[in-house]
């Protein structure tokens, strides 16, 4: 079963969430990229964008863990608040291999639907037909 979102039910979700202020938003290449823009409009942050690699058009998983395709210039970064975003988290090893390369910095992470520190659908445990694609 499919659960469709719509682009406002996803934004309404996002104003109710009481989130902490962040200094830079890093969306996961390439589901989180959409939700990461949505999160970096909606807290006035800058954003930038990680790429790892896991699982295929189909979802399945391609390789044995995430492999990194391209890590952003985070020059003066190191103390600032960051906040990974993805579009959903199953098994939680993009968001591991993510922090992993993170280490040092002051990450959390906030997925639609999943595992993480902030979720905006957690009672959604089905696939979801997302707004952008």
């Known amino acids: 079963m499919m659960v469709p979102l719509s682009f406002p039910e996803i934004t309404a979700r996002l104003k109710s969430l009481k989130l902490p202020a962040f200094d830079l938003i890093l969306g996961i290449g390439t589901g989180g990229i959409v939700p990461a ?22 979802n ?12 952003p210039d985070l020059g003066d970064w190191k103390d600032k608040r960051i906040l990974l975003v993805d579009d959903v988290s199953v098994s939680g090893k993009t968001l591991t291999e ?28 089905d696939c979801v037909k997302w707004p952008w694609k």
């Open 60 to 71: 399945t998983p391609r390789h044995e863990n995430p492999v990194l395709i391209q890590f």
């Open 98 to 125: 993510a922090r992993r390369l993170l280490d040092g910095f002051h990450v959390q992470t906030l997925t639609l639907k999943g595992h993480a520190d902030f979720v905006l659908f957690p009672e959604i445990k």
């Open 37 to 58: 823009s949505l999160v970096a409009f909606h807290l006035d942050c800058e954003m930038k964008v990680l790429t790892l690699n896991y699982r295929d058009e189909t």
